[in-house]
């Protein structure tokens, strides 16, 4: 694995760590104001991470398929 491809990897792996701990922040302040306001940003932020997930493996397998 090449170094550009190694801190690359690194950069990802931190940018979903914060991804994930702004939305267990979100998710905790929600949950003291209105229970559909709670639950319709739980569906939103789980769209969401389903969506930047599914564009990551397509990119991914793309991208093997040109290496």
């Given at each position: 694995?090449?170094?550009?491809?190694?801190?690359?990897?690194?950069?990802?792996?931190?940018?979903?760590?914060?991804?994930?701990?702004?939305?267990?922040?979100?998710?905790?302040?929600t949950?003291?104001?209105?229970?559909?306001?709670?639950?319709?940003?739980?569906?939103?932020?789980?769209?969401?991470?389903?969506?930047?997930?599914?564009?990551?493996?397509q990119?991914?397998?793309?991208?093997?398929?040109?290496?």
């Amino acid at each position: 694995m090449s170094p550009a491809r190694f801190i690359k990897n690194v950069v990802k792996v931190k940018i979903e760590s914060i991804f994930a701990i702004v939305a267990a922040f979100l998710v905790l302040f929600t949950a003291i104001m209105d229970p559909y306001i709670s639950f319709a940003i739980a569906v939103v932020l789980l769209v969401a991470s389903a969506i930047y997930k599914f564009v990551e493996r397509q990119e991914r397998e793309r991208g093997y398929l040109n290496d």
